[in-house]
């Protein structure tokens, strides 16, 4: 944060909402998972990369927080290219935690690292697919489609609706 006021632009590069950082100034007192916190300096550009991956929600949300301050947002990015948390991989976390019993790992499940398991099998659904309705639609029916299977057939949890995840 110290740096950040010097930065002209700060990059969130990796990881996903599971871990945050507390920012204390004049604006206010505000708990950030995705947004990077160059975002209180009006010369800083803010990036969230395609190394990240992104809960839309959780995004939302501080934008609305940091919004509602008024913050500029103008200058946040975020990479077309960035997958995107969706609720079958915090389902899916959790239910694999539960699994595990006295092994669990600890996670925080929020999905990130069944996100990023999609992205290394090149099946995620990214921001960009955000763009188009037709391409969203065709893009998580195809993950709904296996996701649905683990669901039934290793963790016995009924299917996910498409029409309810689209929404």
């Known amino acids: ?6 930065a002209n ?3 969130r590069f990796s990881g996903g909402d ?5 920012v204390i100034n004049p604006y206010g007192t505000f708990r950030l998972h995705l947004v990077p916190s160059g975002i209180f300096y009006s010369g800083t550009t803010c990036i969230i990369s395609n190394g990240v991956v992104v809960n839309p929600a959780v995004l939302l949300k501080e934008i609305d927080e ?6 500029d947002l103008s200058k946040l990015l975020v990479s077309d290219r960035a997958h995107l948390i ?11 935690e539960e699994r595990r019993g006295k092994g669990a790992i600890g996670t925080t499940r929020r999905g990130v690292g069944p996100a990023f398991t999609d992205k290394v099998a090149r099946m995620g659904i990214r921001a960009g697919d955000l763009l188009s309705k037709e391409e969203l639609l065709n893009r998580l029916k195809e993950s709904l489609e296996l996701k649905n299977i683990i669901l039934t057939k290793v963790y016995g949890h009924p299917p996910l609706v498409l029409e309810e995840i689209f929404e």
């Open 66 to 71: 940091l919004q509602s301050h008024g913050l």
């Open 1 to 6: 944060d110290f740096l950040a006021e010097r």
């Open 86 to 96: 969706m609720p079958y991989h915090t389902l899916l976390d959790g239910l694999e």
């Open 9 to 11: 632009v700060v990059v």
């Open 18 to 22: 599971n871990a945050g950082h507390t």
